[in-house]
T-cell receptor, first 119, second 113 residues
Framework: GAVVSQHPSWVICKSGTSVKIECRSL??????MFWYRQFPKQSLMLMATSNEGSKATYEQGVEKDKFLINHASLTLSTLTVTSAHPEDSSFYICSARTNLVSRGRNEQFFGPGTRLTVL | GENVEQHPSTLSVQEGDSAVIKCTYS??????FPWYKQELGKRPQLIIDIRSNVGEKKDQRIAVTLNKTAKHFSLHITETQPEDSAVYFCAPRSGAGSYQLTFGKGTKLSVIP
């Protein structure tokens, strides 16, 4: 149980285009979803936190107009990288948590990640 | 925000030996202390976690110890095996109610057969 999927697993796009990444909790309702970015050989950096039905909270230094996050339902959050540039190339990982004690409400369940390459 | 330091950044051990990774955090309100293992190109996997009301937890060859007074917790892996080779991250959770994890910079563990 507690499965989180991401789509696509990898994407290559041209500079200036927009890319949408989906994060789904498959067998639980996600109260909160988190988006991380990980550059090669570096740690996971939290980009934003989103709660269903409300606006995402972005970390300092993350441009909210560039990284659009939508958490329209309890099982789906999307991250859209707008006007992507080569420096946006990275591994994007989402995670989800639930308020249900029975599903381990302290734990974040991670998606498999999306490798974005901007040419 | 939470400041997290993880040491060492790289660690090489002979197969069968033990490995210890230490994580120091700054937020005294932190109440949840997980360790993640990440293999190249894959998602982080939770391997063990501990709550703030417990000092030590063990799961087979893996253990975590917590010193809340000193604000650090450590990952202990005994009888290491080549498949333990990966990058390990600590990610203490702030007690501010946000459920956010702050990841350490990671430790690359290499187990030499």
């Amino acid at each position: 149980g507690a499965v989180v999927s991401q789509h696509p697993s990898w994407v290559i796009c041209k500079s200036g285009t927009s890319v949408k990444i989906e994060c789904r909790s498959l067998d639980f309702q996600a109260t909160t979803m988190f988006w991380y970015r990980q550059f090669p050989k570096q740690s996971l950096m939290l980009m934003a936190t989103s709660n269903e039905g409300s606006k995402a909270t972005y970390e300092q230094g993350v441009e909210k107009d560039k990284f659009l996050i939508n958490h329209a339902s309890l099982t789906l959050s999307t991250l859209t990288v707008t006007s992507a540039h080569p420096e946006d190339s990275s591994f994007y990982i989402c995670s989800a948590r639930t308020n249900l004690v029975s599903r381990g409400r302290n734990e974040q369940f991670f998606g498999p990640g999306t490798r974005l390459t901007v040419l | 925000g939470e400041n997290v330091e993880q040491h060492p950044s790289t660690l090489s051990v002979q197969e069968g030996d033990s490995a210890v990774i230490k994580c120091t955090y700054s937020d005294s309100a932190s109440n949840y202390f997980p360790w993640y293992k990440q293999e190249l190109g894959k998602r982080p996997q939770l391997i063990i976690d501990i709550r703030s009301n417990v000092g030590e937890k063990k799961d087979q060859r893996i253990a975590v110890t917590l010193n809340k007074t000193a604000k650090h917790f450590s990952l202990h892996i005994t009888e290491t095996q080549p498949e333990d080779s990966a990058v390990y991250f600590c990610a203490p959770r702030s007690g501010a109610g946000s459920y956010q994890l702050t990841f350490g910079k990671g430790t690359k563990l290499s187990v030499i057969p």
